[in-house]
């Protein structure tokens, strides 16, 4: 075919989409409405995303923006496409256990130096933790300077409280009241086995660095045996990651369709004013922070290093969670950006479960609107406080969607700002989670880039 007659061709189908698109929409259609629109849709993506020869992560993009475009105009019938991105995030969860188990261990008994694995893991939660500090204090001191919490009228407020009280299972429900010490007792699992089927990381990656670093003193020969075993594991994983990223730009558009088609763009609105400051300071802290950083403590250019990341990034704004954007982490990290494996699967898995910058930001940033709403002023030690219970928190928190907003509950509580404001800003929460994703596995990349110069 020509590029002409494809071209027609792909009109001819999205126009055949966009038919079936609204059918599908009038109440009471035809079981085979959306039959049609669902096969018409994806042939039309399929045509679009091969009509020119471009790479995959341009892609992905691709699909990013006509989800957008989707999800306005054709609103909550495009739910219709929603498992196809479920289908595609669920396929990359299911390789991230057998992978950072797989590699870490690798990494680790190969690494036959053990004081050298001391100084990663010492330089690694270093940097995690002070990165994370210096994002709560910039989501804390922008949002004093732009106050957005002031310009909130009454009347929203009370619209806001009530659509929170109708969402379906409440999210405080899920708060975790676990002391600092249950925090740290739990990062040792009791069955190795059972961690790994819950999914616990944290568990999972003590329990694979305790297993690397005994393999270190097993026989030579025996040693080989198993190291070749897992070796061949993680390379099979990482083999199976970029066969399910092939399907990155259709599940990355069924997913930002849904989210815009279920949430509209109403609901920003209203709260444009916080949602633009806690943007904003996820912004600074990218392109202060983390640009300085790879600039200066690291071999790889900032311009190299972002365009490294980009897959990892859409993976992250559009599944919310860094663990589920783990795999793509780790493959951006040593195909693009040449860091070493040992180094990315030790950093990584890590940063995805203790690291947390974009969720610190969003902390701050929250605790201050919510506390100006409520008229309540905080004073130098209550923003102490929140940097403090902040950084702290993002340890216990597993890099999943919405997370963020129990770890708010904590630090709200911890210095008395009433839980309910967090009514105010859920109806815009899905869209900060997104971005705050991307900040987070931005800032592991950084991490495994510093690192990876520091250990030569
Ligand atoms: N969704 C975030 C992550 O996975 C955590 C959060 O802020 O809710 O990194």
Sequence with gaps: MTLLTRIIVTVILVAVSAFFLSASGQPEVHVLIPVCAFVSLFTSLFMIFNLLPIKLYQRIFLGLLLGGIVGLVWGESILLFEPVGIVFIKLIKMVVVPLVFASLLVGTASMQDIKKLGRLGIRT???YMVSTAIAVTLGLMIANLLSPGSRIPDQLQVELGQNYSAEPGNKLDALDKNSPVDLLLNIIPENPLNAMAEGQMLQVIFFALMAG???TYVLDDRKKNILLFFDGVSEAMIK????IMRLAPYGVFALIAAVIGRYGSEIIVGLI?????TLLALLIHVILFNSLVVRFWTNVSVGRFWRGIS???VVAFSSSSSSATLPVTMECAQDNLDVRPEVASFVLPLGSTINMDGTAIFQGVSAIFIATVYGIDLTLMDQVTIVLTATLAS???AGAPQVGIIMLTLVLETIGI??????LILGVERFLDMARTMV???SDLSCACFINRQEV
């Excluded at 004013?273 to 400051?277: E, H, S, V």
Aim: aromatic content about 10%; proline content about 3%.
């Design 440 to 442: 987070n596995v931005t």
């Design 418 to 423: 009433p839980l309910e404001g967090i009514a």
């Design 395 to 397: 340890i216990g928190t």
């Design 273 to 277: 004013g916080y949602f633009i400051t």
């Design 240 to 243: 199976m990651v970029q066969m």
């Design 311 to 313: 897959q990892a990034l």
């Design 213 to 215: 670093i005994a393999l």
């Design 125 to 127: 939660i270093l940097f």
